[in-house]
């Protein structure tokens, strides 16, 4: 089981739908992750939260809006997607600081638009 | 310029042999840490291994173990006594300090490895 809890783990939405998905970590890491991930390619950083505060935003479409309620939860809200939108998602956690520590990744929600 | 390069797209092995994965770095950093984790075809992440730049000896955890060689800029990943569940796509990715305070990483390509029984 992992550390980092994905929801939902699978996600079917037609363009003109909103939705979310949530990411929820108990670890007391303070930096969050959104990345998006094509099928046999590396993941591609989305957003990046620190403190709960939105540090990085990799140019991302404004049709994605990233959310950090607080220090154990990040949200990811779609509206107004598109096909090459498809792909999984994948939230990660990690200490701020502590140059050795890793980034622990959910399971991810696997995306697909219609 | 890419700066993690993993050539190896596809690797097979026999079950219980041991196989390498490559992966070459480019940084101008002093100050960088290497991390290796495996996606099994479910779609997690599984962290394995870590090797910073300052390390003296080599990373070991378990089955996995890194050949580092700071000087050629590569950090390959030794999987010993392979097993069927370690066929997975395995990504290199790195850490640089001046990437700042969040732990941002860099990943290679990957590579997808296949046990074979």
């Known amino acids: 089981d992992t550390e980092v809890t994905q929801t939902p783990k699978h996600l079917v939405m037609g363009m003109t739908n909103k939705k979310s998905l949530k990411c929820e970590q108990h670890m007391g890491h303070r930096a969050m992750y959104w990345y998006k991930q094509k099928a046999k390619k590396p993941p591609e950083l989305m957003f990046v939260y620190s403190y709960e505060k939105l540090s990085i935003n990799e140019s991302v479409p404004s049709r994605f809006s990233p959310e950090c309620p607080n220090s154990s939860l990040l949200n990811l809200h779609l509206h107004a997607l598109q096909p090459e939108d498809s792909a999984l998602y994948l939230c990660?956690?990690?200490?701020?600081?502590?140059?050795?520590?890793?980034?622990?990744f959910g399971d991810g929600t696997r995306l697909s638009i219609l | 310029a890419q700066k993690i390069t993993q050539t190896q797209p596809g690797m097979f092995v026999q079950e219980k042999e041991a196989v390498t994965l490559d992966c070459t770095y480019d940084t101008s950093d002093p100050s960088y840490g290497l991390f290796w984790y495996k996606q099994p075809s479910s779609g997690e992440m599984i962290f394995l291994i870590y090797q910073g730049s300052y390390d003296q000896q080599n990373a070991t955890e378990g089955r996995y173990s890194l050949n580092f060689q700071k000087a050629r800029k590569s950090a390959n990943l030794v999987i010993s006594a392979s097993q069927l569940g370690d066929s997975a796509m395995y990504f290199c990715a790195m850490r640089e300090a001046q990437s700042g305070s969040a732990r941002q990483l860099t990943f290679g390509s990957g590579t997808q490895l296949t046990v074979l029984p």
């Open positions: 990660a956690s990690s200490q701020v600081r502590g140059g050795n520590q890793p980034q622990h």
